[in-house]
T-cell receptor, first 112, second 121 residues
Framework: AAGVIQSPRHLIKEKRETATLKCYPIPRHDTVYWYQQGPGQDPQFLISFYEKMQSDKGSIPDRFSAQQFSDYHSELNMSSLELGDSALYFC???????????FGPGTRLTVL | AQKVTQAQTEISVVEKEDVTLDCVYETRDTTYYLFWYKQPPSGELVFLIRRNSFDEQNEISGRYSWNFQKSTSSFNFTITASQVVDSAVYFCALSALPGSILTGGGNKLTFGTGTQLKVEL
């Protein structure tokens, strides 16, 4: 069965650079969520989209922005990267809000 | 606010032992969902179960079973006859139903801090 696809899987950036993470949800899923998991921590919700509209917002820094496109894929844009942004970024998708969220393999971002 | 507590930071067992992972939650919603996810060393998050708050039946799936007790706000997870491949971090999570006024309308997952399970030979 098709799963959530995230690209790239690994990303290394310097401080103050920008990064774009991409997420391709499971076919027919219309809801996308982004989570950030720091080393040894639990995943923290950043932002979600339902039918291309932002549905909820968590502790996402102002330096980050995200959107969901007409084909339902989503991109997380991160600017002015800081050392503390180094983390595993997960995208999850669900068939409508309220259904179980299936996670992608994550993008490991390292900021040097 | 929603909160999930997993008091057990790390558990070590010997293969074939049974092990129970505890999860206690707090929410002001009257209806909600509870989840368990597994995160093996490779890093991905694997969905294990979703439970509706109005369904208090316990569930068994192979060696896995879940005990949901609304009266004590607990959703514990038991692995019977543990195996080395069960070694992972296990997260309990909570979400409101979509449209919940208390959580702003979304159904984001609030995770506990996770329990590291180590199963040794």
């Amino acid at each position: 069965a098709a799963g959530v696809i995230q690209s790239p899987r690994h990303l290394i950036k310097e401080k103050r650079e920008t990064a774009t993470l991409k997420c391709y949800p499971i076919p027919r899923h219309d809801t996308v969520y982004w989570y950030q998991q720091g080393p040894g921590q639990d995943p923290q919700f950043l932002i979600s989209f339902y039918e291309k509209m932002q549905s909820d917002k968590g502790s996402i820094p102002d330096r980050f922005s995200a959107q969901q496109f007409s084909d339902y894929h989503s991109e997380l844009n991160m600017s002015s990267l800081e050392l503390g942004d180094s983390a595993l970024y997960f995208c999850a998708s669900s068939l409508e809000m309220g259904h179980e969220q299936f996670f992608g393999p994550g993008t490991r971002l390292t900021v040097l | 606010a929603q909160k999930v507590t997993q008091a057990q930071t790390e558990i070590s067992v010997v293969e074939k032992e049974d092990v129970t992972l505890d999860c206690v939650y707090e929410t002001r919603d009257t209806t909600y969902y509870l989840f368990w996810y597994k995160q093996p060393p490779s890093g991905e998050l694997v969905f294990l179960i979703r439970r509706n708050s109005f369904d208090e039946q316990n569930e068994i799936s192979g060696r896995y079973s879940w005990n949901f007790q609304k009266s004590t706000s607990s959703f514990n997870f038991t692995i019977t006859a543990s195996q080395v491949v069960d070694s992972a971090v296990y997260f309990c999570a909570l979400s409101a139903l979509p449209g919940s006024i208390l959580t702003g309308g979304g159904n984001k997952l609030t995770f506990g801090t996770g329990t590291q399970l180590k199963v040794e030979l």
